[in-house]
């Protein structure tokens, strides 16, 4: 299953639409051309944590844990400063989430400031969603490395480190300009060429 699509069953996108002021369809190609670098950027920092997984699970609990999702879910409106902390960890600098954005928007035909305005909730949804999987897959802790949250960061990344291109790796695969499986290195690349 695409993660755009537990998203919706959760109630994210509905919740993401409503907010934003966009039809549901908006949202899903939103959050479509916008999971790629977020999840790589959540993959990034599971490989940066000295105990990998654990590590990101710690800072998982930090951004918030599994609060994150209810907060976007919550019908009062979100309050993003928690997904820019997110983005913040995840991303390193506000120039690459204005480059996601301005490369979910070529990828979407969306405004770039509704997915400007998109990407940090998503962040808290994603987020949310990743801490509340592993705080109910903690029966799953004695599997090898770490388990439930690997099993879980690499199924929404759409599976191995080197999927092959045109698989359904579809996620990791759309924005990974070099095939190494990693989106987030390419955003950095294409930042530092828009900065010169």
Not at 111 to 121: G, R
Not at 137 to 158: H, T, Y
Not at 167 to 196: Q, W
Request: charged residues 15%; without cysteine; proline residues 5%.
């Amino acid at each position: 299953m695409q993660i755009t699509d537990l998203l919706a069953q959760m109630g994210g996108l509905q919740s993401m639409a409503r907010e934003l002021g966009v039809s549901e369809p908006q949202a899903a190609s939103g959050a479509d051309a916008l999971l790629p670098a977020i999840l790589g950027g959540f993959k990034k920092q599971a490989q940066g944590q000295p105990a990998g997984l654990e590590g990101l699970g710690g800072l998982l609990s930090q951004l918030g844990g599994g609060g994150l999702l209810d907060e976007v879910l919550a019908p009062q409106p979100t309050d993003v400063s928690h997904g820019n902390d997110v983005l913040g960890r995840i991303f390193g600098s506000k120039d690459v989430s204005r480059a996601v954005a301005q490369n979910a928007a070529s990828q979407s035909g969306l405004d770039p400031a509704i997915l400007k305005k998109m990407l940090p909730m998503l962040a808290m949804l994603v987020a949310g969603y990743m801490a509340k999987q592993k705080a109910t897959g903690a029966a799953a802790q004695s599997a090898p490395a770490g388990g439930g949250l690997g099993a879980l960061l690499g199924g929404l990344l759409g599976g191995g480190q080197t999927a092959p291109r045109g698989t359904s790796a579809g996620f990791a695969s759309m924005l990974d300009l070099d095939g190494n499986g990693n989106p987030l290195d390419d955003i950095l690349r294409m930042v530092g060429k828009a900065g010169r």
